[in-house]
């Protein structure tokens, strides 16, 4: 299985990374997208993909980092320096964050558009998005760049029934994590029951929301994303193997990836 969404460059998975990835194996998880979350951060990544043959990684500045990346410049020489290097499979993560009020949703949304103006340059990269609690601006952000829905793969989703519609009508993809195992998100789980199979991604957002049965295990570990499949399937009344193997199939689309 593929865990399409982790931060194996997080110190808790980092400093015992051989082990996260032997148990990973064990569980059948044999490859996954280590996520750049801002320029030093993507660049490590990338360097563990160039180690490790199951790992890939992204390019990107998250939402919550963008103060951190205040020069342009400096933000458009990475994506353009790792953009085309081979196991670089996609931009971001990128996008907009209302939950906290640090960074201002100004500083946000300029990174945000740094990246999209960058976007037209890697037209064969996927764009993965971080949305929390800002839907409808930010998807009015991805219309007015014109870049296709369909290179869009909204991550970590955590809203409503309702927002899952305006993400598909618009054509991108929804990943979904641990988040649609807890009992306190049900909005999550019925969105996840409208969301066509074959627009559906599976990961763990590791180190963080590991799934039920394990959600007070920390930290959360790529090993745990069959977990998150197992509750989708059968939510959705589908056979697990069937299940995870849509998914996958998905995830070597949308990203590229070699088929195993």
């Known amino acids: 299985m593929i865990d399409t969404h982790c931060h194996l460059t997080y110190e808790p998975l980092l400093d015992q990374l051989d082990a ?20 030093a951060d993507a660049r490590l990544a990338a360097e563990l993909a160039e180690k490790y043959p199951h790992v890939y990684a992204t390019a990107g500045v998250h939402p919550l980092h963008a103060d951190e990346s205040p020069d342009r410049a400096a933000v458009e020489a990475c994506v353009r320096e790792l953009g085309g290097e081979k196991k670089i499979i996609a931009l971001g993560e990128m996008g907009l964050d209302k939950h906290y009020t640090e960074p201002p949703i100004e500083i946000q949304r300029r ?12 037209p064969d990269l996927p764009i993965v998005i971080h949305n929390r609690k800002a839907t409808d601006e930010i998807l009015g952000v991805l219309r007015a760049s014109n870049l296709p829905g ?5 991550h970590c989703f955590t809203g409503t029934p309702a927002e899952a519609e305006a993400i598909l009508a618009f054509g991108a993809a929804i990943g979904f994590t641990g988040i649609v195992t807890f009992k306190n998100a049900p909005e ?3 969105a996840a029951k409208i969301v066509p199979l074959d627009r559906m991604l599976c990961e763990t957002d590791s180190p963080y929301l590991t799934p039920e049965p394990h959600r007070k295990v920390r930290p959360n570990e790529p090993c745990y994303v069959p977990f998150v499949a197992k509750f989708l399937a ?8 069937q299940f995870i193997a849509a998914v996958d199939a998905n995830a070597q689309r949308i990203f590229r990836l070699p088929t195993r």
């Open 188 to 190: 999550v789980a019925e």
């Open 20 to 39: 996260v990835l032997r148990r990973a194996a064990g569980m059948g998880v044999d490859r996954m997208i280590s996520v750049g979350t801002s320029p």
């Open 111 to 122: 990174a945000l558009d740094w990246q999209l103006a960058l976007a037209g340059e890697f």
């Open 234 to 241: 059968g939510l959705r009344g589908i056979d697990q193997a």
């Open 150 to 154: 369909e290179r869009f793969v909204f």
